[in-house]
């Protein structure tokens, strides 16, 4: 007898609680789920659809629930960010990372992809991009390089959220947002 293994991927569990003290919530799988569910919810109160407080019960993606602020207004848009990431570990993890530093959801969906840990200091990772990605800026090995404080500029990037310090020598870099803050930064600037 030949026994087949099937691999089940988890799902997330999610219950919407209602804000009044008198309704009864409900649990829900997916986005589909919740609408037909909350208008069945809102018909048998006989009264206008009730407003959620929503919870994940149970499932891989509740690192990320917790870090961003999940309502009935924004829950398709979070459904199509787990759908982009699902099975995806280094997304989930920039994802995680840039909500637990403040990014909201928007703004997560928006830049994930667009973003890469680099094991590397913050300063180390300044001296990198400021001798290799800015050529065009600066010349390789320009005298101008050692008068450059790239600690300064590793904490600027940290402090523009264009780079998140996730431990000592691992950071989070926002492609888009360091090449905002290097053309902030070189304004004005002109080579002779």
């Known amino acids: 007898m030949s026994q087949s293994s099937t691999s089940v991927t988890p799902v997330d569990r999610y219950y919407a609680q209602p804000y009044s003290i008198d309704a009864v919530g409900f649990a829900f799988t997916s986005l589909n789920d919740f609408q037909s569910k909350a208008i069945e919810h809102s018909e048998q109160l006989s009264q206008p659809r009730e ?3 929503l919870h994940l019960l149970d499932g891989p993606h509740q ?6 602020d999940i309502s009935p207004v924004n829950l398709a848009a979070w459904f199509r960010l787990i759908d982009e990431i699902d099975g995806e570990e280094q997304a989930y993890g920039i ?14 969906a928006a830049t994930y992809d667009n973003c890469m ?5 913050a300063e180390e990772y300044a001296r990198d991009f400021v001798q290799h990605e800015a050529i ?3 010349e ?11 600690h300064l500029l590793g904490r600027n990037l940290i402090r523009q959220k264009a780079m998140i310090e996730v431990a ?5 870099v926002r492609f888009d947002e360091v090449s905002k803050w290097w053309s902030a930064m070189t304004v004005g600037y002109s080579r002779q």
Not at 117 to 121: A, D, I, L, R, V
Not at 140 to 150: C, I, K, P, T, V
């Open 51 to 53: 407003a959620y407080a």
């Open 63 to 68: 690192r990320l629930f917790q870090a961003l």
């Open 95 to 108: 994802a995680c990372c840039l909500a637990e530093n403040g990014i909201d959801l928007s703004e997560v």
């Open 117 to 121: 840990f680099w094991q590397e200091t």
């Open 136 to 138: 065009d800026w600066l």
């Open 140 to 150: 390789q090995g320009s005298e101008l390089a050692d008068y450059m404080n790239y």
């Open 168 to 172: 000592l020598d691992l950071v989070l």
